[in-house]
């Protein structure tokens, strides 16, 4: 079975400092994984997918992912962070062979000014 | 429209009462799914369809919980004699391919149950 482990509850970060939000999978097969991010009374925001090719991923706000095969870990990051990067984010992994994601639990950002 | 609809936003329901939660999905997509998000949990799979076939509905908790799509576009999820554990988020999302990356997600419903 998939699943998908977010270690953190929270992380907290100075505006300005990087960030990073923990995420490992277990996964059979080739992994598709995912960050979205949701605020309040908002559905999930798409902010970026690794299917193949190079580990590291661009996406959107200036967010990047790391995916790590040996480790089986998909950590998002941020060279500076800001306030309005404020949310709750998560991690989510598809088979390649089916249509559903799993998530993680979920991490809980917070930039203080 | 240019996202995902869902309606009703917000939803309360005595407990044994019947509910429909409706997802209008974006136009053309042809992958439509339901996820329930209970407080402080990630997003759960509940169906599947792709047009109007529901090919997955491997998520649905019970038979209390029903869910079509009859012409391909518009899905209704329809939860029966409502309890207090289905209080949570049910949030829709689409998707123009058949796989599933490229999901739009909509703003959800949330359902409380009392």
């Known amino acids: 079975a998939q699943s998908v482990a977010q270690p953190e509850d929270q992380v907290n970060v100075a505006e300005g400092n990087p960030l990073t939000v923990k995420c490992t999978y277990s996964?059979?097969?080739?992994?598709?994984l995912f960050w979205y991010v949701q605020y309040p009374n908002r559905g999930l925001q798409f902010l970026l997918k690794y299917i193949t090719g190079d580990n590291l991923v661009k996406g959107s706000y200036g967010f990047e992912a790391e995916f790590n095969k040996s480790q089986t870990s998909f950590h998002l990051k941020k060279p500076s962070a800001l306030v309005s990067d404020s949310a709750l984010y998560f991690c989510a992994a598809m088979n390649t062979g089916f249509q559903k994601l799993v998530f993680g639990t979920g991490t809980r950002l917070l930039v203080s000014p | 429209g240019a996202g995902v609809s869902q309606s009703p936003r917000y939803k309360v329901a005595k407990r044994g009462q019947d509910v429909a939660l409706r997802c209008d999905p974006i136009s053309g997509h042809v992958s439509l799914f339901w996820y329930q998000q209970a407080l402080g949990q990630g997003p759960e799979f509940l169906t599947y369809?792709?047009?109007?076939?529901?090919?997955?509905k491997s998520g649905l908790p019970s038979d209390r919980f029903f869910a079509e799509r009859p012409e391909g576009s518009v899905s209704t999820l329809k939860i029966q004699r409502t309890q207090q554990e289905d209080s949570a988020v049910y949030l829709c999302a689409s998707s123009l391919f058949r796989l599933g990356y490229g999901y739009t997600f909509g703003s959800g419903t949330r359902l409380t149950v009392v």
């Open positions: 996964v059979s097969g080739n992994p598709y």
């Open positions: 369809f792709q047009n109007e076939a529901q090919l997955d």
